[in-house]
């Protein structure tokens, strides 16, 4: 079983700023990232993205903002993502949000620490393990809590991140400009 261990929390622009440096010195910087990500309005956590290194349709099992979800991803040619788009959207999958997200991703003694700016939402950083079963998963889980209070960041609660991400998917179009 595959399954993703995050969490995450809003930061300021300045501590984004000092995190990056602090991640420039002391992890190695694994890529740089430019993200446009589309939800699907469906009972599943379904989503598209194209990146810098291609394109992806993947599924995340549970809820949004859960600590841990199992993944199903399927990559593609970058090509083909309005394509793959189209068909989801003849299917009925309404394009529900889009993001726009700047990304540094980094490995920090064996975590993951993605550094993002997604336009109109804010600057957040995301601790992520991945777990083969639910053992696992407590104890990365315990583990990333513990590298959050190391870095001084507070991590952010869930309903904080789904009021957020509440406002975000009802305004979103404002909020970017499109």
Do not use: P
Not at 89 to 111: C, M, P, S
Not at 158 to 177: A, D, G, H, M, P
């Amino acid at each position: 079983m595959n399954i993703e261990v995050e969490i995450r929390s809003f930061i300021s622009k300045e501590k984004y700023e000092s995190l990056s440096e602090f991640f420039k010195q002391n992890a190695k910087l694994v890529k740089e990232d430019y993200q446009e990500t589309y939800y699907f309005d469906s009972e599943q956590d379904l989503r598209t993205q194209k990146n810098n290194q291609g394109s992806k349709i993947w599924l995340k099992k549970g809820k949004i903002h859960d600590d841990a979800r199992e993944e199903i991803e399927v990559r593609f040619d970058g090509d083909n993502f309005d394509k793959v788009n189209e068909i989801f959207e003849v299917l009925g999958y309404g394009v529900e949000i889009k993001w726009f997200r700047k990304r540094f991703q980094f490995d920090w003694l064996g975590v993951k620490v993605c550094l993002d700016y997604t336009k109109g939402y804010g600057h957040i950083i995301e601790l992520e393990k991945m777990a083969d079963d639910d053992d696992g998963k407590i104890e990365a889980l315990n583990l990333l809590r513990g590298k959050l209070k190391e870095l001084e960041v507070e991590e952010t609660s869930k309903e904080e991140f789904n009021r957020k991400f509440e406002y975000y998917k009802s305004n979103w179009r404002e909020l970017v400009n499109e």
